[in-house]
């Protein structure tokens, strides 16, 4: 059982930048396709940024596209959420989640595990 466990949430006030970070503990990290996704409130979740095992490739969602970077360390079995430019609209939890799959996807059901979220609250 892999357990993931975000940190790095906090207020922040628009036009500034925040780093997630997810620890991943048991399991084979580097064989993991990660994700990160968020749920606003009133919203539904949905797919924000994921990378590959190797970290070759990313994937954004439009939204945060030019914002947000996603990376690992698989040295550290840890995985990165870089934001910038932060918008009021980009409040919501964050997710960080593992597929247990080489190829990437972005569909939120394909996610094998799921950390606890982290609060990410940007003021105007």
């Known amino acids: 059982q892999v357990q993931l466990i975000e940190s790095g949430g906090e207020l922040v006030q628009a036009g500034g930048s925040l780093r997630l970070s997810c620890a991943a503990s048991r399991g084979t990290f580097s064989r993991y396709v990660m994700g990160w996704f968020r749920q606003a409130p009133g919203k539904e979740r949905e797919f924000v940024a994921g990378v590959t095992w190797s970290g070759s490739s990313t994937y954004y969602a439009d939204s945060v596209k030019g914002r947000f970077t996603i990376s690992r360390d698989n040295g550290k079995n840890t995985v990165y959420l870089q934001m910038n430019s932060l918008k009021p609209e980009d409040t919501a939890v964050y997710y960080c989640?593992?597929?247990?799959?080489?190829?990437?996807?972005?569909?939120?059901?394909?996610?094998?595990?799921w950390g606890q979220g982290t609060q990410v609250t940007v003021s105007s």
């Open positions: 989640a593992a597929r247990v799959e080489y190829r990437f996807t972005s569909a939120e059901t394909a996610y094998d595990y």
